[in-house]
């Protein structure tokens, strides 16, 4: 594909792909960056897919960047004020909510600190620091089914230990 006959694909369906990142994330200016990236991996990607595919082809890589954009943790982040202060925390949230829910999460941290080897290290990747099993197997230079199955053990382990500590209180 020549760079004048994507240059046409880009103006045949940019409203459809823009309208599908915008109905799924619903944020006008991160739809129109989503847009961008999806042209972006299209272009990148252009010989792979046959011509008479190209709208469905499109359509999906759109949706898959607003999904992955939905999943990122930037999203998962709430931001309560403009200084970011108390980035993370629902605006509904009362003080003593937030507390407790501050309480909650050094909780969890500590548990995951203390957590033997193996399930120490991949814990504190995969939890604390969102690294994926493929990106921790490397670091850790362990197989990826090794880091899937300590990643389970430790979720198990923390579920246990956390069980026991909301019992005692």
């Excluded at 193996?118 to 604390?128: A, G, I, R």
Aim: charged content about 25%; overall charge neutral.
């Amino acid at each position: 594909m020549t760079n004048e006959q994507f240059s046409q694909l880009v103006e045949r369906y940019e409203k459809l792909v823009f309208t599908i990142c915008y109905q799924m994330i619903h944020d006008y200016q991160e739809a129109q960056n989503l847009a961008q990236e999806t042209f972006l991996s299209a272009y990148k990607h252009r010989d792979s897919c046959p011509p008479e595919n190209m709208k469905p082809w499109l359509a999906r890589i759109a949706t898959n960047k607003a999904k992955d954009h939905l999943k990122s943790a930037y999203m998962r982040r709430v931001v309560v004020s403009g200084d970011d202060t108390f980035e993370g925390i629902p605006a509904t949230d009362t003080p003593d909510q937030i507390y407790v829910s501050n309480e909650a999460i050094e909780l969890v941290r500590d548990k995951i600190e203390a957590l033997k080897e193996p399930y120490h290290m991949v814990s504190v990747l995969y939890f604390l620091r969102e690294k994926n099993v493929d990106e921790i197997a490397l670091a850790l230079g362990r197989p990826r089914k090794t880091v899937q199955t300590q990643i389970y053990r430790a979720k198990l382990l923390l579920q246990q230990q956390l069980g026991k500590e909301g019992k005692q209180t």
